[in-house]
């Protein structure tokens, strides 16, 4: 099946400092991919949509210079987290449509980034 | 107005019981509707899609009623590892793949 990776897995990094989060899709290519964060009892909310090729599409609320997100190959899509405050702190995932099945809804997603800010 | 909206639960059930979740969506034109579970500090994984003619795989049974914007799972004969946190997602009329999460309803079954 569909495999999306993410790296790193989890990272603590000192407030003021930025991180970049990597969403590869291993045996596919993507067109698509989109960017989620999870706070801790509450749901998914998407960030953002990245189109390979093209600027990110961010949804409302979400500073678009605050997090890059950077979409430059058909299998990775990165989210850079920008002088990152401790309300940062969250679970991001990402997802990437197939291009080949990108008729479908199926959305694949990679297993999260677990960022902590200090 | 939350766009998807479900009981967070808990839901705490024995072994081999029969619970509900229900989820209501907010935008009638919403076009795809699916049920994901998420593990603990995992990503979620899609557990069904959901169909208006109700569909059924194994012991799970998942019905969407367009009317009432009403979608619902049924799980028969819990098992131990269904406990998670079921989420009730819907795929919204503004764009093609983009998909909204319900906030999720936490079940976890007793031995």
């Known amino acids: 099946g569909a495999v999306v990776s993410q790296h790193p897995s989890w990272v603590i990094c000192k407030s003021g400092t930025s991180v970049k989060i990597e969403c590869r899709s291993l045996?596919?290519?993507?067109?698509?991919m989109f960017w989620y964060r999870q706070f801790p009892k509450q749901s998914l909310m998407l960030m953002a949509t990245?189109?390979?090729?093209?600027?990110?599409?961010?949804e409302q609320g979400v500073e678009k210079d605050k997090f890059l997100i950077n979409h430059a190959s058909l299998t990775l899509s990165t989210l850079t987290v920008t002088s990152a405050h401790p309300e940062d702190s969250s679970f991001y995932i990402c997802?990437?449509?197939?291009?080949?099945?990108?008729?479908?809804?199926?959305?694949?997603f990679g297993p999260g980034t677990r960022l902590t800010v200090l | 107005r939350k766009e998807v909206e479900q009981d967070p639960g808990p839901f705490n059930v024995p072994e081999g019981a029969t619970v509900a979740f229900n989820c209501t969506y907010s935008?009638?034109?919403?076009?795809?509707f699916f049920w994901y579970r998420q593990d603990c500090r995992k990503e979620p994984k899609l557990l069904m899609s959901?169909?208006?003619s109700g569909n059924e795989d194994g012991r799970f049974t998942a019905q969407l009623n367009r009317a009432s914007q009403y979608i619902s799972l049924l799980i028969r004969d819990s098992k131990l590892s269904d406990s998670a946190t079921y989420l009730c997602?819907?795929?919204?009329?503004?764009?093609?793949?983009?998909?909204?999460f319900g906030s999720g309803t936490q079940l976890t079954v007793l031995p």
């Open positions: 997802s990437a449509i197939d291009r080949v099945v990108a008729s479908t809804d199926t959305q694949y």
């Open positions: 045996d596919f290519q993507a067109t698509t």
């Open positions: 990245s189109n390979e090729g093209s600027k990110a599409t961010y």
């Open positions: 935008n009638s034109a919403s076009q795809s």
């Open positions: 959901v169909y208006s």
């Open positions: 997602v819907v795929n919204p009329p503004r764009s093609a793949r983009q998909l909204t």
